[in-house]
């Protein structure tokens, strides 16, 4: 699992460390493990040229003291304060290794800027010094300390001008900009610093492929398919029946005994058709609603609502979310959804995803997904987890409408909602990652990667 703490329970762990070490020792791991992954950057010390941004802060000292480290490897290392009150030690630890502090000299090329103009003390938006000073090192590769300067660190909101990092490399944990959008796309590869912290229950986080496994309905030897669950998909209508394919194709994963299909009888025949093992009305443990429904919709869910068992409400439904509240249910709504949902503006559930995606898990007292590059799934007094497999190349018409039907067959085979919702997310971009293999994919790849994405978490 990766973890992600906000900056106060960050900062309450780094209390009771310090008082445990000697002085400066923190921050001597912080910057030899942040030179370590500058050294693996630029393939070597040697002939490296390398400009520090240096703030008024402890980011400032660790970009000071990687510095001292990658000055004795042989960089170039130039310092450019921009606060008279930078890292003493720091600015007394580089020049002694041999790096020049002052203004940058205008004729330089540099291979690198390590930013360490704020960190997790910084307040967005970045002053105007420090905004000029990216502007001057524009197109020059950052590996930025902690945290890219300028993003929001315990909301992964933007707010202004702020670094653009190839690799960020952070202490102790993860925080959340780290893992939630906009701010998790500005920070390129995310490397973790093992500092020793002890951390508390985090605010956010994702599974890796372990948990995933871990989580996963495995059937035993004693295994049969209504007893591994049985998933019932209401989706798509005259208007749209690829929608009820592609979400029966997703509810077919294998992953629950048995699908069943209710909707428009002509769209009945091509399901029939397409999945000879998905069979009609009857018991269920899972319903999933909604996915190309149009005006049958509301219907569908009322319908699905009284045989009482875990939902998922996507695409059409999701205007009647009302009537899953407080249930066990999965509302998948894309950012455009989730702003009708709560009357908001999409540009703003795009600026403020976390945000939005709690607000949302608060009203409706329902696991709320909000899908992305980056999901999130959301329940009230759990930590929100963020889906970090995937490929922009998933952003393809009908890939949610797998996704609903494999949520849905993950709920019908027994999982809660919440685990539903972030196993089903993760599955879902590892199979459009391996479908996808660096190039386009339509949405029913997704669903026929499923099985063998699953495979592979148990060798
Ligand atoms: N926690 C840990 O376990 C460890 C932490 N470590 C490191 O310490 C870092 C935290 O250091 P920190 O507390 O000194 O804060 P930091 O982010 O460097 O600077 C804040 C200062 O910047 C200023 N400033 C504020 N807003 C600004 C803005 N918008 N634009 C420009 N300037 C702005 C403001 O100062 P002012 O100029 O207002 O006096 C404020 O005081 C952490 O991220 C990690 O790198 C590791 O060494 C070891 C383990
Ligand atoms: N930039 C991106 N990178 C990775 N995945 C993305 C990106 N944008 C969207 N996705 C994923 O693509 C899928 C699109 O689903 P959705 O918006 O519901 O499309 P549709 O309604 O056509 O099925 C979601 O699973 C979403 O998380
Ligand atoms: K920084």
């Not at 997790?120 to 002053?127: F, M």
């Not at 009647?320 to 009708?340: I, M, Y």
């Not at 898990?361 to 963020?386: F, M, N, Q, S």
Request: glycine share 12%; aromatic share 4%.
């Amino acid at each position: 699992m990766i973890r992600a703490h906000t900056v106060e329970q960050v900062r309450e762990a780094e209390a009771t460390l310090l008082a445990q070490l000697p002085e400066g020792a923190l921050m001597q791991r912080a910057a030899y493990g942040l030179a370590h992954a500058v050294l693996d950057l630029l393939g070597g010390g040697y002939g490296r040229r390398v400009l520090l941004l240096v703030g008024s802060g402890d980011n400032g000292g660790d970009a000071l003291y990687a510095g001292a480290v990658l000055a004795r490897r042989g960089a170039y290392v130039e310092a450019w304060l921009l606060s008279d009150r930078a890292h003493a030690a720091g600015v007394a630890a580089l020049r002694r290794a041999g790096g020049r502090v002052g203004p940058p000299q205008p004729s330089r090329s540099w291979d690198v800027v390590l930013d360490g103009i704020v960190g997790i003390g910084g307040r967005p938006p970045l002053r105007d010094d420090a905004a000029a000073a990216l502007e001057a090192v524009a197109g020059v590769p950052v590996v930025a300390v902690d945290i890219p300067s300028g993003v929001d660190v315990d909301t992964g909101e933007l707010a202004g001008p702020h670094v653009s990092a190839a690799v960020t490399v952070t202490f102790g944990t993860h925080k959340i900009a780290h893992l939630v959008d906009p701010a998790a796309a500005e920070c390129g590869v995310v490397h973790l610093v093992d500092i020793g912290l002890d951390l508390p229950e985090p605010a956010l986080e994702a599974l890796q492929p372990a948990d995933v496994a871990a989580l996963l309905p495995v059937p035993g030897g004693q295994a049969q398919k209504y007893a591994r669950g049985v998933v019932g998909v209401r989706a798509g209508s005259a208007a749209y029946p690829g929608a009820a394919l592609l979400s029966v194709a997703g509810a077919a994963s294998g992953l629950a005994g048995m699908v069943r299909f209710v909707g428009d009888p002509t769209v009945q025949d091509r399901v029939r058709a397409a999945f000879p093992e998905v069979v009609g009305d009857g018991r269920v443990q899972a319903w999933v609603v909604g996915s190309g429904s149009d005006d049958s919709a509301e219907d569908a869910l009322r319908a699905a609502v009284d045989d009482d068992v875990p939902l998922v409400v996507d695409a059409d439904a999701l205007a009647f979310a009302d009537l899953a509240s407080g249930r066990p249910a999965v509302l998948t709504p894309h950012a455009g959804e989730l702003a009708a949902m709560l009357g908001a503006d999409r540009a703003a559930v795009e600026a403020r995803p976390l945000h939005h995606v709690r607000e949302a898990a608060d009203r409706y007292a329902a696991t709320v997904l909000l899908k992305g590059r980056h999901t999130l799934v959301a329940e009230r007094d759990r930590p929100v987890r963020a889906t970090t497999s995937g490929t922009p190349w998933l952003a393809t018409a009908g890939a949610g409408d797998v996704l609903g039907g494999l949520v849905g067959a993950l709920l019908a085979a027994g999982l809660a909602p919440y685990d539903a919702a972030s196993v089903g997310s993760w599955l879902h971009g590892a199979a459009a990652t391996f479908a996808s293999r660096g190039g386009p994919i339509v949405a029913g790849d997704v669903a026929r990667a499923l099985p063998v994405v699953t495979a592979a978490l148990h060798p």
